[in-house]
């Protein structure tokens, strides 16, 4: 800190602060006094991160009131080192010295009047915090406070002050350091223009969008809503709503779900609207008639059929294995993946799977690297990360059934899969039904009953003769009772769970 009047040196002659000594790792002691020894590799700070702190300087000689006093404060160093919310205030103390009691109490016994009750509880806890004969019993309490952990916090958006805008410029053929002529908020000229009276901030944009002078809004919503139950919209691409797209396949029913939306915004009774129509009950079973005449069912004279998305295929096994924890909120996890797929990461990152209740959380909290997407989902089509995707892709390749069969994860939820299974019964055929009541909500028939229960019973002989490692496929004992039993029903569930019904929508 340097201060300087009428372009003279001011200089100062000595500094206090009410968290002495309670400096940064990176400073010289972050003492108070290192703000005004004109040493750049030394500075006042403090670690009581958003708590009140004052640094009181004092002139060597009196600085008179007339005349232009310049104060210069230099921040250079490589981590945070900001003042938040601070003031710069002056005394005519010929000897001021920083108060360690906070502004509140200081300004109640400077002003001559009674305390209050509220200021001399606070004036007891402020003792209590501070005095020496406290301090063993203060201990405690502060490895407590010390374990709390770090409140969630998020970034936000606020408009600049109405006197203090931020310009903005044209950019000449899009370079960023070639600015051209100022440009002002606004909509395009084609579009339902803002009223008179508003500001073109983001609250008008927000207001904008959703009035009924804007159809659009509504109506992008609906299709979208209406791709992610039917496969498609009723127009092909969701990100291209404007005059060169296609036309949509049904206009009228575009425009009165729109009109519908927009009655609330409600998109829960917009997707039970949905779910709950003729259209979407229909069946999707295939007649060649219909596939010659609209193999992409454009037309909607079946019900919807397409593959799970790839957040969905795994939180369908999650929950068919029973082990799906669908408790909301928290931080990203990591669920099991092969820790060489992050290997070649940009930052040497390490992928480190979670346990317990946290390895079976929902996808959508999954931890998401732009440099290393989550595998499993990369191969069933999940967008990277990397640009915006307002619809996917849907392949069918090997890779996506070598996943199911044998990634660790899929591996994971089979033997829990098969552990609801075996102890559901002993009988072959039951269990055979509990599988399928569990991953395909419907009872098997009779052939496809005799084909799983042929296939557990020859999982399990060639378990018996050797040619499976029981412990490694159960992951316990090799001599557990049930072992080759158990090992058999998981190569089952497995099969199950890799069956095109347990990946498809329909």
């Known amino acids: 800190m340097t201060a300087s009047v009428e372009g003279q040196p001011a200089p100062f002659s000595e500094a206090s602060a009410s968290l002495e000594g309670a400096g940064s790792r990176f400073d010289k002691g972050g003492e108070s006094a290192a703000a005004i020894d004109g040493d750049s590799t030394s500075a006042w700070s403090q670690k009581a991160v958003g708590k009140e702190s004052r640094l009181v300087l004092a002139f060597a000689e009196p600085v008179p009131a007339t005349g232009t006093l310049n104060l210069s404060m230099l921040h250079e160093r490589h981590f945070a080192a900001s003042l938040g919310r601070f003031r710069v205030s002056f005394t005519s103390d010929g000897a001021p010295l920083a108060s360690p009691l906070p502004h509140v109490l200081e300004a109640a016994l400077g002003s001559g009047e009674p305390l209050s009750e509220e200021m001399r509880d606070e004036l007891r806890r402020q003792f209590a915090r501070t005095t020496p004969a406290l301090e063993e019993a203060r201990k405690p309490i502060d490895a407590l406070r010390d374990k709390r952990p770090e409140p969630v916090r998020t970034l936000t958006f606020t408009e600049r002050p109405d006197d203090f805008p931020r310009p903005t410029f044209r ?38 969008l959703v009035s009924d002078a804007n159809p659009l809004a509504a109506r992008v919503a609906v299709n979208r809503a209406w791709a992610a139950f039917f ?54 079973a295939v007649t060649p008639e219909q596939t010659a005449a609209d193999p992409d069912n454009r037309l909607l004279a079946r019900g919807p059929r397409h593959r799970l998305e790839a957040e969905l295929v795994r939180d369908a096994a999650l929950a068919s294995s029973g082990l799906l924890v669908e408790r909301l909120g928290g931080s990203p996890v990591m669920p099991p993946q092969p820790s060489s797929v992050t290997d070649l990461a940009y930052g040497g990152f390490q992928w480190t799977p979670a346990a317990g209740p946290d390895r079976f959380r929902r996808s959508l909290y999954t931890f998401s690297k732009r440099t290393a997407p989550f595998a499993a989902f990369a191969v069933f089509d999940a967008p990277s990360g990397e640009r915006c995707a307002a619809t ?23 033997r829990a899969l098969a552990g609801r299974v075996v102890t559901h019964s002993d009988d072959p055929n039951e269990r055979a039904e509990r599988l399928f009541r569990l991953v395909l909500t419907r009872r098997p028939s009779e052939t496809e009953r005799t084909a799983l229960t042929a ?3 020859a999982q399990r002989s060639r378990a018996e003769a050797g040619e499976l490692n029981a412990a490694e496929i159960t992951h316990g004992p090799a001599d557990a009772a049930g072992a080759d039993d158990l090992a058999a029903w998981i190569l089952t569930a497995r099969a199950v769970l ?5 990946l498809t929508k329909e």
Do not use: C
């Open 392 to 414: 996917r892709g849907r392949s069918n390749t090997p890779l996506q059934a070598l996943t199911l069969l044998n990634d660790g994860m899929f591996l994971e939820y089979a």
């Open 498 to 502: 890799n069956l095109d019904e347990a």
């Open 455 to 457: 296939f557990a019973a």
């Open 231 to 284: 496969g498609a919209g009723f127009l092909a691409d969701a990100a291209d709503f404007g005059t060169q797209s296609p036309p949509p396949t049904h206009p009228e029913l575009l425009d009165w779900l729109a009109v519908e939306y927009r009655q609330d915004w409600d998109t829960k009774a917009l997707h039970r609207l949905i779910v709950t129509s003729a259209t979407y009950r229909q069946r999707s």
């Open 171 to 208: 950019h000449h053929r899009g370079e960023y350091t070639n600015p051209r002529e100022p440009v002002a908020g606004g909509v395009p000229a084609f579009l339902p223009q803002l009223t008179d009276g508003e500001s073109a901030d983001r609250l008008d944009l927000a207001r904008w």
